[in-house]
């Protein structure tokens, strides 16, 4: 079944046609969460409202990209989360560290010195990543972790393009600031290269 059929189905409340496309969302929406709240368990939470938030405005769903408005919501719902716990406690960049696990997996086999290496880059890169402001951590994340396009990332921020291309330029050039403080932790490749 195409997703637009999916869609219409769910607007009238077939909630079995709902259930598939989350399945195909998913993923995207926990791995835009968790890149976001840098907590495999807040990202959970979060994806779970996500989709509970949707099924409640998919009536409302005036057609467009599905991708980009449960983005939005997932977006959304990130942002609240981050405000509460902004406001509740500072968070703590050591968790950020204890959720990396295999966040930056290589397929390919490797050396164990290798294995190290791209953990603890893994390890400083979800650690940089929150310190991002909000705004840009959501466009580096829409873009060069999920591949959106800048349109889309613009859709899902309902910013202009301008607007997201700023983001992603000075949520880069944060990042490799960051990078660069800690060289040492960088490949041999990359430390070369500066």
């Known amino acids: 079944m195409n997703e ?3 869609i219409s189905r769910s607007r009238n409340g077939d909630i079995e046609s709902f259930n598939v496309l989350v399945e195909r969302y998913q993923g995207l929406v926990f791995n835009v969460s968790f890149r976001m709240l840098g907590n495999a368990g807040d990202a959970e939470d979060a994806s779970q409202e996500t989709f509970l938030a949707a099924y409640r405005a998919i009536p409302g769903f005036r057609g467009g990209s599905f991708k980009g408005w449960i983005l939005r919501i997932a977006a959304n719902e990130c942002h609240d989360r981050l405000r509460a716990l902004k406001r509740a406690r500072n968070t703590s960049l050591d968790n950020l560290l204890e959720q990396a696990g295999d966040f930056f997996q290589d397929k390919d086999s490797e050396s164990p010195d290798e294995y190290v290496q791209r953990k603890e880059l893994g390890a400083f890169l979800l650690r ?10 959501l466009a580096v994340v829409l873009c060069d972790v999920q591949g959106l396009t800048y349109e889309e990332i613009s859709e899902v921020t309902r910013s202009s393009l301008g607007t997201v291309k700023s983001r992603l ?11 660069l403080q800690n060289k040492e932790h960088l490949p041999l490749q990359f430390r ?3």
């Open 169 to 179: 330029s000075r949520g880069r050039a944060r990042l490799r600031g960051y990078l």
């Open 192 to 194: 070369l290269q500066q």
């Open 4 to 6: 637009q059929e999916l």
């Open 128 to 137: 940089d990543l929150g310190c991002l402001p909000e705004d840009q951590r």
